[in-house]
């Protein structure tokens, strides 16, 4: 298998700075830590004695062993692109996140190796056997949760990362899931996603990865006796094996064990939750509201619970009580992946693998010192696209209300389910009370900690800019009504009310409540999604009408793209991807094409795609994706390994790039996928 290209970033003036900065953050991590650091130090073959420091992240390497870490460092040491330098020592730093140690090898070549890890304090300690336990599972997990979706966004964030699948075989899966189940009831320590508060044996990063990597592979029975033996251990691990029954379609097995840990754990809200998304599959609404109502009882405090509630109510088309068990989430700040944070390099050179490159992709694209696309400033100020964590999830369920009844008759439900500020004031106003309050206002039945982090709302100036063609967009703007804002908690509890409790007279409000600030923000947002979409769809009809070529810059058709599969306008999605594939490739597009091909059936569409994106993945040192991997896995599965492979190797492509799909349908052979035997 052909290894990606190294992209080398340089420190010519300040040796280990990179490292330095690495051991200063280490008591900042928070998550799985950062991908692994890799430093070498050149100096010419030749006269001088000056060295330079270059270094790249790296992830899915094993790290089981001071020697293994020291294997790779080694592989680097004769580079194709630097004849004239050699490398006289490499630091390679992986982070271990249950110890909260840096483990550190030092290679001087040729000659010594040292390994040692370095604490928060960065002082150093022996690294022992048990600690390199730790480390190899951290590589693995880290490795996932730090791969690509195909999309390019996690390879755009940190620069110069080489992306390795860490399980490539059935003996390092082995190994794999030995050092998990060994390790497994200290998952909590390695925190988990961000729409969980509290980490608990079967929600952190460790369950995550996990279902992960049997859910990318298809290795079920590998993950169902690992949970089956963990299981006899806790019965709270049944949630977990049942999810696994259940990718692995053995669903009577799995309601039967949903039935049989219920009857030990009543009130298990990860089992419920399980159990609530099953009758939610098989369009059992009502069992499955009853099931999401328990685990909310059970877990008050968990978005994903209430998040689930309001999907099935949602899914029952009870809009009032969807937006109300909305306004009840609980709302967290977003927790990032650990990044790197280094030091300025003195320059960074991105080589091209000879194998990944593809005309289609490298034409067109930006050269270094190009201007940047223009994009008009209304589409750069969507907030949505930058959601993450709960905000996300909250502002897909809202969009899913909106596109089922439209934003009128959603704005209609908010104004029957929530105080509306007119409302409240004119209550108030024409209240003979002075005694009268709204302090008794039915409040949330559990309440968000309301941080805006990541669900702040679009400025009145921004609601207020218009695109290109102005008369057109006033007219548009008139079509969406602008939300009504709702009375703010704060407002009424300020304390500048009158005490009385009594609300008497305030006879509208009997029944309502008060909207989370958040949700009136994530309102606001969905209004500017739905105006500068509502304003594109106007002017492109109009080009139309009059024959005209409507013309967008290539990431302004990206953002467009992105903006219609929001509000769930998939084939508009499509034809904006397809106006930015015809100006320059974009992984992001050729995504959704891909969403395209796959609703269709289309397998010949789908690999076209698959070539292309695990092309562009390699070409920005990746050569392990997922979902991409799954995408290959799935194709296989229903097609068959002979025919996928003679359809990718009849595409007119050269064969250097078809190799690289190779690649991938080589690894469902060795993990014996199904359909792989044909």
Same mark, same amino acid.
């Given at each position: 298998?052909?290894?990606?290209?190294?992209? /080398?970033? #340089?420190?010519?003036?300040? %040796?280990? =700075?990179?490292?330095? $900065?690495?051991?200063? @953050?280490?008591?900042?991590? *928070?998550?799985?830590?950062?991908?692994?650091?890799?430093?070498?130090?050149?100096?010419?073959?030749?006269?001088?004695?000056?060295?330079?420091?270059?270094?790249?992240?790296?992830?899915?390497?094993?790290?089981?062993?001071?020697?293994?870490?020291?294997?790779?460092?080694?592989?680097?040491?004769?580079?194709?692109?630097?004849?004239?330098?050699?490398?006289?020592?490499?630091?390679?730093?992986?982070?271990?996140?249950?110890?909260?140690?840096?483990?550190?090898?030092?290679?001087?070549?040729?000659?010594?190796?040292?390994?040692?890890?370095?604490?928060?304090?960065?002082?150093?300690?022996?690294?022992?056997?048990?600690?390199?336990? /730790?480390? #190899?599972?951290?590589?693995? %997990?880290? =490795?996932?949760?730090? $791969?690509?979706?195909? @999309?390019?966004?996690?390879? *755009?964030?940190?620069?110069?990362?080489?992306?390795?699948?860490?399980?490539?075989?059935?003996?390092?899966?082995?190994?794999?899931?030995?050092?998990?189940?060994?390790?497994?009831?200290?998952?909590?320590?390695?925190?988990?996603?961000?729409?969980?508060?509290?980490?608990?044996?079967?929600?952190?990063?460790?369950?995550?990865?996990?279902?992960?990597?049997?859910?990318?592979?298809?290795?079920?029975?590998?993950?169902?006796?690992?949970?089956?033996?963990?299981?006899?251990?806790?019965?709270?691990?049944?949630?977990?094996?049942?999810?696994?029954?259940?990718?692995?379609?053995?669903?009577?097995?799995?309601?039967?064990?949903?039935?049989?840990?219920?009857?030990?754990?009543?009130?298990?809200?990860?089992?419920?939750?399980?159990?609530?998304?099953?009758?939610?599959?098989?369009?059992?609404?009502?069992?499955?509201?009853?099931?999401?109502?328990?685990?909310?009882?059970?877990?008050?405090?968990?978005?994903?619970?209430?998040?689930?509630?309001?999907?099935?109510?949602?899914?029952?088309?009870?809009?009032?009580?969807?937006?109300?068990?909305?306004?009840?989430?609980?709302?967290?700040?977003?927790?990032?992946?650990?990044?790197?944070?280094?030091?300025?390099?003195?320059?960074?050179?991105?080589?091209?693998?000879?194998?990944?490159?593809?005309?289609?992709?490298?034409?067109?694209?930006?050269?270094?010192?190009?201007?940047?696309?223009?994009?008009?400033?209304?589409?750069?100020?969507?907030?949505?696209?930058?959601?993450?964590?709960?905000?996300?999830?909250?502002?897909?369920?809202?969009?899913?209300?909106?596109?089922?009844?439209?934003?009128?008759?959603?704005?209609?439900?908010?104004?029957?389910?929530?105080?509306?500020?007119?409302?409240?004031?004119?209550?108030?106003?024409?209240?003979?009370?002075?005694?009268?309050?709204?302090?008794?206002?039915?409040?949330?039945?559990?309440?968000?900690?309301?941080?805006?982090?990541?669900?702040?709302?679009?400025?009145?100036?921004?609601?207020?800019?218009?695109?290109?063609?102005?008369?057109?967009?006033?007219?548009?703007?008139?079509?969406?009504?602008?939300?009504?804002?709702?009375?703010?908690?704060?407002?009424?509890?300020?304390?500048?009310?009158?005490?009385?409790?009594?609300?008497?007279?305030?006879?509208?409000?009997?029944?309502?409540?008060?909207?989370?600030?958040?949700?009136?923000?994530?309102?606001?947002?969905?209004?500017?999604?739905?105006?500068?979409?509502?304003?594109?769809?106007?002017?492109?009809?109009?080009?139309?009408?009059?024959?005209?070529?409507?013309?967008?810059?290539?990431?302004?058709?990206?953002?467009?793209?992105?903006?219609?599969?929001?509000?769930?306008?998939?084939?508009?999605?499509?034809?904006?991807?397809?106006?930015?594939?015809?100006?320059?490739?974009?992984?992001?597009?050729?995504?959704?094409?891909?969403?395209?091909?796959?609703?269709?059936?289309?397998?010949?569409?789908?690999?076209?795609?698959?070539?292309?994106?695990?092309?562009?993945?390699?070409?920005?040192?990746?050569?392990?994706?997922?979902?991409?991997?799954?995408?290959?896995?799935?194709?296989?599965?229903?097609?068959?390994?002979?025919?996928?492979?003679?359809?990718?190797?009849?595409?007119?492509?050269?064969?250097?790039?078809?190799?690289?799909?190779?690649?991938?349908?080589?690894?469902?052979?060795?993990?014996?996928?199904?359909?792989?035997?044909?």
């Amino acid at each position: 298998m052909v290894a990606p290209a190294v992209p /080398e970033i #340089f420190e010519e003036e300040d %040796l280990l =700075a990179a490292v330095d $900065a690495r051991t200063e @953050s280490l008591q900042n991590l *928070r998550e799985l830590g950062p991908p692994d650091l890799v430093y070498l130090i050149k100096q010419p073959k030749t006269g001088s004695t000056r060295q330079t420091g270059v270094y790249h992240h790296v992830t899915g390497i094993d790290a089981s062993s001071s020697a293994s870490l020291a294997a790779y460092v080694n592989t680097l040491v004769s580079s194709p692109l630097d004849k004239t330098n050699k490398v006289v020592s490499g630091i390679y730093s992986c982070y271990n996140a249950f110890s909260h140690l840096d483990m550190r090898v030092e290679v001087k070549i040729p000659g010594s190796l040292e390994s040692y890890c370095i604490d928060e304090r960065g002082d150093k300690r022996v690294a022992t056997e048990a600690l390199w336990l /730790e480390t #190899f599972l951290c590589g693995v %997990l880290r =490795a996932y949760s730090y $791969a690509d979706d195909g @999309s390019g966004d996690a390879i *755009r964030k940190i620069v110069g990362v080489r992306r390795f699948n860490p399980v490539t075989n059935t003996e390092m899966e082995h190994r794999f899931l030995d050092a998990a189940e060994k390790l497994f009831f200290l998952g909590r320590q390695l925190s988990s996603d961000p729409e969980t508060q509290v980490p608990n044996t079967v929600s952190n990063h460790l369950t995550s990865g996990l279902l992960k990597y049997i859910h990318t592979t298809g290795r079920y029975a590998s993950g169902i006796n690992l949970f089956e033996k963990l299981r006899t251990r806790d019965v709270e691990v049944s949630s977990l094996l049942a999810r696994v029954f259940k990718m692995a379609d053995e669903e009577v097995q799995a309601v039967r064990l949903m039935y049989d840990a219920l009857q030990d754990v009543p009130m298990d809200y990860a089992l419920l939750d399980c159990q609530a998304a099953f009758c939610a599959d098989k369009g059992e609404g009502e069992m499955a509201l009853e099931c999401a109502k328990r685990a909310v009882t059970a877990a008050p405090s968990e978005f994903s619970t209430w998040a689930r509630l309001a999907e099935v109510y949602v899914n029952l088309e009870q809009w009032d009580l969807a937006l109300l068990t909305l306004n009840s989430c609980p709302m967290f700040t977003y927790q990032d992946k650990d990044t790197p944070r280094m030091p300025q390099p003195s320059r960074i050179m991105l080589p091209i693998l000879a194998e990944s490159m593809l005309e289609e992709i490298d034409e067109g694209q930006p050269k270094q010192g190009d201007p940047h696309d223009y994009v008009h400033p209304s589409l750069r100020r969507l907030h949505a696209a930058t959601y993450q964590g709960t905000f996300l999830k909250a502002y897909n369920l809202l969009t899913k209300v909106a596109a089922a009844i439209g934003w009128d008759q959603l704005l209609r439900v908010r104004s029957e389910v929530f105080v509306m500020e007119e409302e409240y004031r004119t209550e108030r106003h024409h209240s003979t009370s002075k005694q009268s309050s709204i302090a008794n206002v039915s409040p949330p039945e559990t309440n968000g900690n309301g941080e805006q982090e990541n669900g702040e709302a679009a400025d009145e100036d921004d609601t207020a800019e218009t695109t290109a063609n102005g008369d057109d967009s006033q007219q548009v703007e008139h079509s969406i009504e602008r939300p009504e804002q709702t009375v703010a908690s704060e407002v009424v509890k300020s304390g500048n009310e009158d005490p009385d409790p009594s609300h008497s007279s305030y006879t509208q409000f009997k029944n309502k409540r008060l909207c989370e600030r958040w949700l009136d923000n994530l309102f606001m947002v969905l209004y500017e999604d739905l105006r500068i979409y509502t304003i594109w769809r106007t002017e492109i009809a109009q080009f139309r009408q009059q024959a005209m070529e409507y013309k967008k810059s290539a990431t302004e058709w990206e953002i467009l793209g992105e903006l219609a599969e929001r509000l769930h306008h998939f084939d508009e999605a499509i034809e904006a991807y397809q106006a930015c594939l015809s100006i320059r490739f974009s992984p992001k597009a050729m995504r959704g094409i891909l969403k395209k091909h796959e609703q269709k059936n289309d397998t010949r569409g789908m690999l076209s795609a698959l070539i292309r994106l695990i092309a562009w993945q390699y070409r920005w040192y990746s050569e392990f994706s997922p979902e991409l991997l799954f995408m290959i896995r799935k194709l296989i599965e229903d097609e068959g390994a002979v025919k996928v492979r003679s359809i990718v190797q009849a595409t007119n492509l050269p064969q250097a790039v078809l190799d690289l799909t190779h690649q991938y349908c080589q690894l469902c052979a060795t993990f014996r996928s199904s359909g792989s035997d044909g």
